[in-house]
């Protein structure tokens, strides 16, 4: 963990704050989860890819790989809460209420990480992005 820890204080400032960002998102699904299957999907997947960031970090050592977690787990999540907000979260919520912000909030989220995500890997692959 030590390791992890040292690589993410290489990392520009920005990148700590985008990090900070999802935590607090994600973790905000604890808020939610007694009355809203979405929330209890989204720690799942949060705890989830938390542990094969983890394992993945053992097996390589970069942690620009942990967006490969994050492909594997919040590539489903994502496209399943869009068709929920598509479908019968949009019916549902018609007026603004905290769990519609914060499933817009987590939808976004993840939207803008996975591009991100998706870029490293290929960078990593193609040997341009932290391998130590």
């Known amino acids: 963990m030590a ?11 920005l990148v700590g704050l985008w990090v900070n960002w999802m935590m607090v998102v994600f973790m905000s699904s604890i808020c939610f989860v007694r009355r809203h299957i979405e929330a209890r999907w989204a720690l799942a997947s949060f705890i989830c890819s938390m542990s094969l960031a983890i394992l993945i ?13 994050h492909l594997i787990l919040w ?14 979260l949009e019916k549902k919520y018609k007026s603004w209420s905290l769990f519609k912000i914060w499933i817009i909030m987590l939808i976004t989220t993840i939207g803008v990480s996975l591009p991100f995500d998706i870029r490293d890997i290929f960078l990593v692959i193609q040997g ?3 391998m130590h």
Not at 3 to 13: C, S, V
Not at 61 to 69: D, P, Q, R, S
């Open 3 to 13: 390791e992890i820890d040292l690589q993410m204080a290489t990392l520009p400032p």
């Open 128 to 130: 341009t992005k932290g």
């Open 57 to 69: 970090f053992h097996l390589w050592g970069n942690i620009h790989l942990f967006g490969l977690a």
């Open 75 to 88: 590539a489903p999540l994502f496209i399943y809460l869009l068709m929920r907000f598509k479908s019968d």
